[in-house]
């Protein structure tokens, strides 16, 4: 499967943005989805994850704020983001696996990033 993440940008602090991540394949629905971001000079890290059958997952610095989506008709995961921090600036990328890995980080199939940058 190939994944291509969109929808990042320039917002201030407090503000929103949703992060669209498309996948190809026909069985996109039995793969589980995952967010991911790397802030410059800082180790990639797990934001949220949603599963095949719509179970969600969150990093705690994100929980309360972000939420993950998916509409498997389009082929499209979504990372709604809401009460945006000057730290959630990064590069985000999406990825997905077939299983749930025992580390997020393993998953099989990553998309480029798209850039987030939140002003303060």
């Given at each position: 499967v190939?994944?291509q993440?969109?929808?990042?940008?320039?917002?201030?602090?407090?503000?929103?943005?949703?992060?669209?991540?498309t996948?190809?394949?026909?069985?996109?629905?039995?793969?589980?989805?995952?967010?991911?971001?790397?802030?410059?000079?800082k180790?990639?890290?797990?934001?949220?994850?949603?599963?095949?059958?719509?179970?969600?997952?969150?990093?705690?610095?994100?929980?309360?704020?972000?939420?993950i989506?998916?509409?498997?008709?389009k082929?499209?995961?979504?990372?709604?983001?809401n009460?945006?921090?000057?730290?959630?600036?990064?590069?985000?990328?999406?990825a997905?696996?077939?299983?749930?890995?025992?580390?997020?980080?393993?998953?099989?199939?990553?998309?480029?990033?798209?850039?987030?940058?939140?002003?303060?």
């Amino acid at each position: 499967v190939q994944l291509q993440a969109s929808g990042g940008g320039l917002v201030q602090a407090g503000g929103s943005l949703r992060l669209s991540c498309t996948a190809s394949g026909r069985t996109f629905s039995r793969y589980n989805v995952g967010w991911f971001r790397q802030a410059p000079g800082k180790e990639r890290e797990f934001a949220a994850a949603i599963s095949w059958s719509g179970g969600t997952y969150y990093a705690d610095s994100v929980k309360g704020r972000f939420t993950i989506s998916r509409d498997n008709a389009k082929n499209t995961v979504y990372l709604q983001m809401n009460s945006l921090k000057p730290e959630d600036t990064a590069v985000y990328y999406c990825a997905a696996d077939l299983n749930i890995p025992r580390r997020w980080d393993d998953m099989d199939y990553w998309g480029k990033g798209t850039q987030v940058t939140v002003s303060s």
